[in-house]
């Protein structure tokens, strides 16, 4: 199926690796040429390099800056042509107790997983309204759908977002201007951040990190974790033509850990 994407471009946050990298790669496919960011520079230009091989018909910018910061966001959106398709990606904050959390440390979770989303959804969707096409796809967490009692800053940060983008999503002067907004929510992915969890949660646990993650595996249906590769394909299924009417939507890709029916 042919998703309506070539020449389209695409702003990708966070996408030297991981889930924001499987994006990129998939809207590469599709023939979007793409703005990706990151704040290593070497991983991030190897990726670009990557992305390139894999469509040579395609642009491939890179940005290496904090997309966090107004500062790493300006440049981001400055290399930008026009952006037709927003993909909202950052590192989550770390688990802890909520007792050890000070103001700080709710604000820097705010700003990266709230805020930076926010700030880069008011920079591009307007003109996305103009040009009669917009697709925004912020990458949140499955512990919005499920939350994770150690994971608390995500958990308030994420679900924020959550309730600012289903209002957004749902006004006539974007929906009927063919501008969606929707969140993508992760479950277990095969990234570096999952084998980091792992290890700690292995040691914490007195067990290997090898036995830790079969003991996760088997509790996912699927037996398995998942792609970044599958994780992009989805991405540009919802960044398509044909999702036109899919706006406002949680779409939970976790293997079928999540129990419940809604």
């Known amino acids: 199926m042919d998703l309506g994407l070539t020449g389209r471009w695409a702003l990708v946050c966070a996408a030297s690796k991981g889930l924001g990298r499987g994006c990129a790669e998939a809207l590469v496919k599709e023939g979007a040429h793409v703005v990706i960011t990151a704040r290593g520079a070497e991983a991030l230009e190897a990726t670009a390099q990557d992305l390139r091989r894999l469509n040579p018909s395609v642009q491939v910018v890179t940005v ?21 398709i927003l993909i909202n990606n950052a590192g989550g904050p770390p688990p802890g107790d909520f ?30 309204a103009a040009r009669g096409f917009g697709r925004v796809i912020n990458i949140t967490s499955g512990a919005v759908k499920a939350p994770i009692d150690v994971l608390g800053l995500s958990n308030g940060a994420r679900s924020g977002l959550t309730g600012f983008v289903a209002g957004l ?56 974790f998942g792609t970044a590769a599958e994780f992009g394909a989805v991405c540009a299924m919802l960044c398509s033509e044909q999702a036109a009417y899919l706006t406002g939507q949680n779409i939970l890709l976790d293997g079928g850990a999540y129990g419940g029916v809604f």
Do not use: Y
């Not at 290496?64 to 037709?84: F, K, Y």
């Not at 050890?100 to 003109?127: F, Q």
């Not at 929707?182 to 290890?199: C, I, M, Q, S, V």
């Open 99 to 128: 007792r050890d959390w000070d103001r700080a440390a709710w604000l820097a979770a705010l700003d990266a997983n709230m805020l930076t989303p926010i700030e880069l959804i008011k920079a591009t969707v307007d003109a996305m």
């Open 64 to 84: 290496v800056g904090d997309i966090t910061n107004e500062a790493g966001r300006a440049a981001a959106l400055q290399a930008c042509p026009q952006v037709d």
């Open 169 to 224: 999503a749902r006004q006539p002067a974007l929906a009927g201007r063919n501008v969606t907004l929707n969140n993508l929510l992760p479950g277990a992915f095969d990234t570096e951040r999952l084998h980091k969890t792992l290890a700690a949660g292995g040691a914490k646990s007195g067990q290997s990190s090898e036995a830790f993650a079969a003991k996760r595996r088997a509790a996912i249906p699927t037996q398995r």
